[in-house]
């Protein structure tokens, strides 16, 4: 669907954040509904949001690639930060890697630690697709959905 960013899918998204995802004393949530009738399943996950508008479909797939990559890896890092607590500073992490390296790195050290899971919210997705369309760079939207697109599972991380 291509359309403006304000939907009800956002509106969604928020909500379901709000009702499970770990506390951190956001005194804010409190005056809302949902802060104070929390659901069964409050503060049972932690919750990466990624908001993949906010990333450049640029002129080349490199390009797109690294994008994804550094707001990926920022979203992550903030992760971190927002549950200090729970992850006591032992992980970093590092942005010259891929976004796939960095995730199942977090992954890795919940599984290990039994940590609450990661629940991942994945807004925009087809953001890439849809503003490639729009500009007419069909070359491009054809390398990035094509069988080797770096947005398909069978992507082989080179890093």
Known sequence: MLGKKQHPVNLFFQTVKCGIQMEQNVPSSH?????????????TYFVLHLDFSV????????SIESNFNQECNLCMDMILCLYKDWFQDKMIIDMNKSATSNLNAILYYIRKNKLPLLYVIIDEYDNFANQLIISDKTALYDELTGDDSIF???HVDQK
């Open 31 to 43: 005056r809302t509904y949902i802060g104070q009738n929390p659901t069964p399943m409050k503060n």
């Open 55 to 62: 990333i450049e479909p640029d002129r080349s797939i490199k």
């Open 152 to 154: 398909l599972p069978g």
